[in-house]
């Protein structure tokens, strides 16, 4: 390789001969005097601001854009791709302008970018429909925190850089450590601090003041930078041995990088598609991710690849088990602990953990050889760019790529894959040049976990892969799939599941394709409520959810029906797939698009029941529980007529939510709680009924099975647009 010689030179005049008068003077002897500190404080603040504006940008427009687990997921590959912006951005910089035009550009653009503060969207930025949600999610994102964000994204690797010359005896990369470290604590601090005690109106003004604060910051330590060409009797120089980037470190670089944000994005996916969708479950695995990178840069020493790559073997080991839903192998070990397996593997709590932590492991791996593959500092900023890019490759091939190619979950089994054959391949290499026993043994164990591996790969269908589907859709707002018909009690069945929980079941046969079975059946909340309302007179329902139509099975032909539905691949099943609606004798209207938006435009004292019906998979989008959603849905059923929210899930308590909402409004409440039974189309359910007829509370029907709300009474718990907190609500 040819070596070269860089030579730096910063002879900057700041002012003066003797280096300015008055305030600028003062400020550059201070910043001059304490520049080390200005380093740090400006890349800890940025840092922080970059992680803090993730999770709250993606609480404001959540419920815009029907609450799914894609919108954050849209989120992160538009912060990942702001972030190649930023490090593309400093890389030019530093490759092609010398400091001093660096410094002035920057501080330019810094102060133009002061202009688009607050960077709260406004109203004007809530679509009208649901078409192109991806596209639009980016727009919106670019249009208000494009800027700050890119310019705060370009702080770590181009003050590192700064860095660099000015202290040439210093290694920068514990600086990229602490600004890791900024962003942990951001996200630590965003839902234990900001989100249960702040609105997101407050949230944003605070993140408005702290850009000011970096940006004053930032400009005091360009001054000193500035200045210190001056300070000194000659100008800095920095003498650096430097040698062209090899293809092959370059590949590397990218290479892990874009492994470990797969990771991140399709195991956030997963999760949130499960559980619920919001910021608590969105900071978990990047938390996880952060810290790798914390440890990787910061305490290189932790990275024992040994030890790392066989703790990620053992983790990987259930979670194939559990993705190829082969825990019957050990269910004989947890019955003789007295301890009933279903309880183990069907927890998704326990999952998420598995998922997490086999994450976390990897992304250990993927930064842990970053950093031992770092460079000179002379490429720096060609180092973080790589990353950056490999972060932008990951995150798009999960978010864009893999939805048009696959029709399930797979890139996660991509993703664990990838991390068996990674964690194997340290574990062998550096387990062989560690440990005194010969490198065939080694090899023998990292056999032994290979051939485990591939069993379950190889020998088992994935769970995300159900070969039982007759159809299967992926699209923005997940997965759905129609179950082959299979024989029960009552003759052949198929139901409909979003992601893995069942949103609808209806038999073939004539004689019972039109019972309401589920969550719908006649005991149920809603099945009492309209029963109930439909002996005195003909019924107006409005349904905020469609699934399988099942509802439409109470239509009578006096009664009109209004399904609002943001999914298209639902509704196109609804008709297609199952006959609930086309078997119906109520007028029946399904309504494509976000319900909120849609029954602002519609009458008002129209509906004498509102069924509150939408999921996500198990989870319900908090945008349909707030203050003002309930304030509309109010305006929108006649003086006696009655809101049915359904609640269910399997994690969350949400009768808290709307009991308080309930008293606020002055609603009566009841609570009608039914038990999973053995029958194949029932299942247990939680319905929660607020109504101001006092007749429809108190009626036989209602009464007899109202169950005491008391013990979901919890104080402080509310709801609203810009204030809502998943803490408190676990089970």
Request: proline content about 4%.
């Amino acid at each position: 390789m040819e070596t070269q010689t860089i030579k730096t030179e910063v002879g900057l005049n700041a002012g003066s001969e003797n280096g300015g008068f008055g305030l600028l003077a003062m400020i550059q002897r201070f910043a001059v005097t304490n520049i080390n500190s200005l380093f740090a404080s400006s890349i800890l603040i940025a840092a922080f601001l970059i992680f803090q504006v993730q999770p709250m940008i993606g609480k404001v427009i959540l419920p815009w854009f029907g609450g799914g687990p894609s919108v954050w997921t849209n989120c992160l590959v538009f912060f990942q791709l702001a972030l190649l912006g930023g490090y593309s951005y400093a890389f030019l910089l530093s490759r092609f302008l010398p400091i001093s035009k660096q410094l002035i550009l920057h501080m330019i653009l810094i102060a133009t970018s002061l202009l688009v503060l607050p960077i709260l969207p406004g109203s004007e930025w809530q679509p009208e429909d649901s078409s192109s949600p991806g596209f639009r999610i980016s727009w919106l994102l670019a249009a208000n925190i494009g800027i700050p964000y890119l310019l705060l994204s370009a702080t770590s690797p181009l003050f590192q850089h700064w860095y660099s010359k000015t202290s040439s005896q210093e290694i920068p990369y514990r600086l990229y450590a602490l600004s890791n470290l900024g962003s942990l604590a951001a996200l630590l601090s965003y839902p234990l601090l900001f989100e249960p005690f702040l609105s997101v109106d407050v949230q944003s003004y605070l993140w408005s003041a702290g850009f000011v604060a970096f940006a004053t910051c930032a400009g005091v330590l360009m001054l000193g930078i500035w200045a210190q060409g001056h300070v000194s009797d000659k100008p800095l120089q920095t003498t650096i041995a430097a040698t062209a980037i090899h293809w092959k470190a370059l590949v590397s670089w990218v290479l892990l990088s874009a492994f470990g944000s797969m990771a991140l994005v399709a195991i956030t996916n997963e999760i949130c598609q499960e559980l619920t969708v919001g910021p608590m479950l969105w900071i978990l695995p990047l938390c996880g991710y952060l810290i790798s990178f914390i440890i990787g840069f910061e305490k290189p020493s932790w990275y024992q690849p040994r030890w790392i790559g066989l703790a990620t073997i053992f983790v990987l080991i259930p979670v194939f088990a559990i993705r190829c839903e082969a825990w019957t192998l050990l269910d004989d070990i947890f019955e003789s602990v007295g301890f009933e397996a279903d309880e183990f593997y069907s927890n998704m709590f326990v999952e998420a953990g598995l998922y997490v932590s086999s994450m976390f492991l990897f992304c250990l791996i993927c930064h842990g050889e970053l950093y031992r593959k770092r460079p000179v500092n002379t490429h720096l900023t060609a180092f973080y760019l790589a990353i950056a890019l490999g972060g932008a490759i990951g995150g798009l091939f999960v978010s864009l790529v893999c939805p048009n190619i696959f029709q399930s979950f797979f890139e996660t089994e991509i993703v664990f894959s990838t991390a068996a054959v990674l964690a194997i391949l340290v574990f062998s290499i550096d387990g062989s040049n560690r440990w005194l026993i010969p490198k065939a043994s080694v090899g023998f164990l990292a056999g032994i976990f290979s051939t485990v591996i591939l069993y379950f790969v190889l020998s088992h269908s994935f769970s995300s892969e159900d070969s039982d589907a007759l159809i299967r859709i992926r699209n923005f707002y997940g997965i759905l799939a129609v179950d082959s018909e299979f024989s029960s009690e009552h003759g052949r069945a198929r139901s409909m599941y979003h992601g893995r929980t069942i949103h609808g079941f209806q038999y073939v046969s004539d004689e019972m394709k039109s019972k309401p079975t589920t969550y719908y059946n006649h005991t149920s909340g809603v099945g009492l409520a309209l029963l109930e309302k439909g002996k005195h007179s003909s019924l107006q329902v409005g349904v905020v959810g469609l699934g399988t139509g099942t509802l439409s099975a109470y239509g009578r032909s006096s009664d009109k029906f209004d399904f609002y539905e943001i999914n298209p691949a639902v509704a196109s099943l609804a008709m297609n797939a199952f006959s609930y609606i086309r078997n119906s004798q109520a007028d029946v209207s399904v309504i494509e698009g976000d319900a909120r938006i849609l029954l602002k435009n519609a009458n008002d004292d129209c509906y004498d029941v509102l069924v509150l019906d939408a999921f996500s998979g198990d989870g319900i989008p908090t945008h349909l529980l707030t203050k003002e959603a309930f304030e509309l849905f109010d305006k929108k059923i006649l003086a006696d007529g009655v809101i049915a929210a359904h609640l269910s899930n399997r994690y969350l308590d949400l009768v808290p939510i709307v009991a308080r909402i309930a008293h606020e409004g002055l609603f009566q409440m009841a609570l009608i709680e039914t038990d999973e039974g053995d029958a194949a189309d029932s299942a247990g359910s939680c319905w929660v009924l607020l109504s101001r007829d006092k007749e429809f509370m108190n009626a036989a029907s209602i009464f007899a099975y109202s169950v005491n709300p008391q013990n979901h009474m919890k104080p402080g718990i509310g709801w609203t647009d810009s204030f809502n907190s998943l803490l408190g609500l676990f089970k």
